[in-house]
C-alpha cells in the first residue's frame, strides 16, 4: 500500500485593496449563492462605478465569479466567491508543527509519520474526542 503523508499546502491570497478585501469579506458570508452586485455595492457603500472596477479585480485575481442574472427588471451580474474560508481548527493540536523531527519527516526522510507514535496518539485522541461531541 501507498503510503499517505499529511499534506499541508499554503495558499498565499492574492494581493487585494482594503475595499476588495472588504467586498470579498463580505462575499464570503453567502458563500455559494453569492451577492447581487447592486447589493454588494450597497453595503460596501460605494458608486457602480467604483463597485464594478472592484468585481472586475477581484474575478482577474480568480477570488470571485461573476454570474450573469435577470433581477429586479435588469440583467445584472451576480458575484459568487471561488474561495472558502477555512479553518486550522482540524489540525489545532497536531504533533508536527513543533516536532524536532518535522524536518526530517516524510517520504524522503528519515522517520515516517506511519511508524509516529505522536501523530497516532494525536489522530485516536482527537478523533475520540469527535465522537463524544457527537454523543
Ligand atoms: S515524527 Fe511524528 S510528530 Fe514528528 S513530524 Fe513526523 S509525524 Fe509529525
Redesign the pocket.
Given at each position: 500500500m501507498e503510503e499517505q503523508y499529511?499534506l499541508l499546502v499554503y495558499v498565499l491570497p492574492p494581493k487585494m485593496s482594503k475595499l476588495e478585501e472588504k467586498a470579498i469579506k463580505l462575499l464570503l458570508k453567502y458563500e455559494n449563492r453569492g451577492l447581487l452586485q447592486s447589493e454588494l455595492w450597497h453595503k460596501l457603500g460605494v458608486t457602480s462605478r467604483e463597485g464594478s472596477r472592484i468585481a472586475i479585480k477581484l474575478e482577474k485575481k480568480g477570488v470571485v465569479k461573476r454570474v450573469k442574472e435577470f433581477a429586479k427588471d435588469r440583467w445584472t451580474r451576480r458575484l459568487v466567491p471561488l474561495i472558502k474560508q477555512v479553518t486550522l481548527e482540524p489540525i489545532k493540536g497536531?504533533?508536527?508543527p513543533s516536532?524536532?523531527?518535522?524536518n526530517v519527516?516524510?517520504k524522503q526522510?528519515t522517520?515516517?509519520?506511519n511508524t509516529?507514535?505522536?501523530?497516532e496518539e494525536?489522530v485516536t485522541s482527537s478523533t475520540s474526542s469527535k465522537s463524544l461531541e457527537k454523543t
Open positions: 499529511l497536531a504533533p508536527c516536532c524536532i523531527y518535522n519527516c516524510g526522510g522517520v515516517s509519520p509516529c507514535l505522536w501523530i494525536w
